[in-house]
């Protein structure tokens, strides 16, 4: 029968892992797969104990009796009686005890039994950047950040963007009966208040259908990005080397990793994409990845031509990240 390596002990104490993030779905698997054994979520184990000690205790007794007659026409007489009794005693003192323990195996242990198996059969890859696709690697990052353009996707959701494009068409528009208003006064004629009524309203329309289309189109980003079921983060690890992580959000440990992931951290993962000069912040992307980097470039640019702004604000947008892998996560941690 396989020997489940869930019980095995290691042979030298290590420094325990906080883990940030692990998909206990490929650990289950991989380390089934390597052992070819089912995995152990708990063990029972009994204790039980009796114990008893008996003890014969015996005791010995005599009596005797003497007389002499006196009486006439009796003979003296004496005589003594012999008698013996034995009393046994027997004392039992039994004691006993049970104990029972349960044993539940965390997925940190199944982690770190899948590193060691990986090691050992020396499928473990310690260089990344020369990994081929498939390959399974581990690590360190110095850094770990959010993709830029996801980050901003975060702040702007639908609702801002809708609200955002509804006031800037108001303001526009004020801005056009303001001018008419100066206009009429610098003539010297009275503008018609049911005429200025009617305008406003149909700027009201133009605004409301201009804040519904943005809000569906920053909805279609948001698809496009797949904000909900997945994050992508850029980790640093050398000063020349970058890697990328699509992780997949429901197993992250915290429910604000953005906050978290802001540090040095190791990463076992299996390689997407081996080492690449070049990859755009929109490659992950259905739609958008069709954008090249040079036209992000200059879209986000944009942002960042107000110097007042950028004195205030870092208005910068990386729009690919050099020399990279592409790496799928199994877990990271500390």
Sequence with gaps: MAKNPSQERPTQAQTPRTIVYQNADFVSAMLQE???????????SDTAGKKTTTGNKQ??????????????????????????????????????????????????????AV?????????????????????????????????????????????????????????????EIQEAF???????????????AAQRAIHELTASDAATVAE????????DARRTATRE????????RNAVLICDAAHFVTADPDRLLDGQFTVLGKVIKPLTPSTPILANNKL???????????????????????????????????NAITVMPIAIYI
């Design 59 to 112: 005791k010995k007794a005599s009596a005797g009796a003497g007389a002499e007659g006196s009486a006439p026409l009796l003979a003296k007489a004496t005589g003594r009686l012999d008698g013996e009794w034995v009393r046994q005693q027997t004392e039992a003192d039994e004691r006993s005890s049970a104990q029972r323990q349960k044993f539940v195996y965390s997925q940190a242990h199944y982690l770190d």
């Design 182 to 196: 100066d206009q009429a006064e610098a003539a010297g004629v009275d503008i018609d208040a049911g005429k200025i």
């Design 115 to 175: 590193r060691r198996g990986l090691a050992e059969r020396g499928q473990l890859s310690t260089d990344a950047f020369a990994a081929s696709a498939g390959d399974i690697a581990e690590f360190t990052a110095v850094t770990v950040r959010p993709n830029e353009v996801n980050a901003l996707l975060d702040i702007a959701t639908p609702t801002l963007v809708r609200e955002v494009t509804r006031f800037a068409i108001r303001h526009s528009k004020r801005a």
């Design 288 to 322: 958008l990845r069709r954008f090249q980097p040079e036209a992000v470039a200059d879209l986000l640019g944009t942002f960042g031509a107000d110097e007042a702004a950028a004195e205030y604000f870092d208005l910068s947008f990386d729009t690919e990240i050099t």
């Design 216 to 223: 569906a189109i920053a909805e279609a980003l948001h698809v």
């Design 34 to 44: 390597m052992y070819q054994a089912g995995l152990l979520q708990s063990a029972e």
């Design 233 to 240: 983060y850029h980790a640093t690890v050398t000063d020349d």
